[in-house]
């Protein structure tokens, strides 16, 4: 079955410094992964997705993450964060068959100092 | 910008009460599905539905869930008799066609049970 794990519960970054959120993943077939932001009291908003193109996938608003298959990994960058980027971001894969059903990972706060 | 919108925001219901929680999908998507987030918890797929028909549903969605279509718009999640553990944020999303897709997700509907 597929899975993620995001091995980050919070993350505390000064503004302008970069962002670094991790995520590994699980699956027994070609996944499609993404990161989903939830500000306060909004919708589960997408960054941006992997599926099976380019393995480096830009997102909105300056974020980047990596498929790396030797790792299973799918982590999320920022170069400079910004105070609006204080967020929960999720991790989440799919399985690229059928009806999708997303599966989510715990979910990584991400805090912004000034 | 078309959305997902969710109504009510916050429901507050007594152990055994009936809810039905709304869900008004972008108009142009095709496949609507339901997910929840027990406080604290990551968030879990329910059910998904396709052509007036549930096309899959995860072990939570017992038979005391239900969803349908009554018109159009609206895409209706019902608990027959809630308890305790039906605390929880739902999440309705929508998307324009299957496979490995973004979908779009409302809000949410915080729902209390006492």
């Known amino acids: 079955a597929q899975s993620v794990t995001q091995l980050d519960s919070h993350v505390s970054v000064s503004e302008g410094t970069p962002v670094l959120l991790r995520c590994n993943y699980s699956?027994?077939?070609?996944?499609?992964l993404f990161w989903y932001v939830q500000h306060p009291n909004k919708g589960l908003q997408l960054l941006l997705k992997y599926t099976s193109a380019a393995t480096l996938v830009k997102g909105i608003n300056g974020f980047e993450a990596e498929f790396k298959k030797s790792e299973t990994s799918f982590h999320l960058t920022k170069p400079s964060a910004h105070m609006s980027d204080a967020a929960e971001y999720f991790c989440?894969?799919?399985?690229?068959?059928?009806?999708?059903?997303?599966?989510f990972g715990t979910g990584t706060r991400l805090l912004v100092s000034p | 910008e078309p959305e997902v919108t969710q109504t009510p925001s916050h429901q507050v219901t007594q152990m055994g009460q009936e809810v039905i929680l709304r869900c008004v999908p972008i108009?142009?998507?095709?496949?609507f599905y339901w997910y929840r987030q027990i406080l604290g918890q990551k968030v879990e797929f329910l059910v998904s539905f396709y052509n007036n028909e549930i096309s899959e549903k995860s072990e939570i969605f017992d038979d005391q869930f239900s969803v349908e279509r009554p018109d159009g718009s609206n895409f209706t999640l019902k608990i027959r008799s809630t308890k305790l553990e039906d605390s929880a944020m739902y999440f309705c999303?929508?998307?324009?066609?299957?496979?490995?897709?973004?979908?779009?997700f409302g809000p949410g509907t915080r729902l209390t049970v006492l």
């Open positions: 108009s142009n998507h095709l496949y």
């Open positions: 989440v894969v799919s399985l690229n068959t059928g009806f999708q059903k997303l599966v």
């Open positions: 999303a929508s998307s324009e066609w299957e496979g490995a897709n973004e979908q779009f």
């Open positions: 699956s027994s077939y070609s996944p499609s």
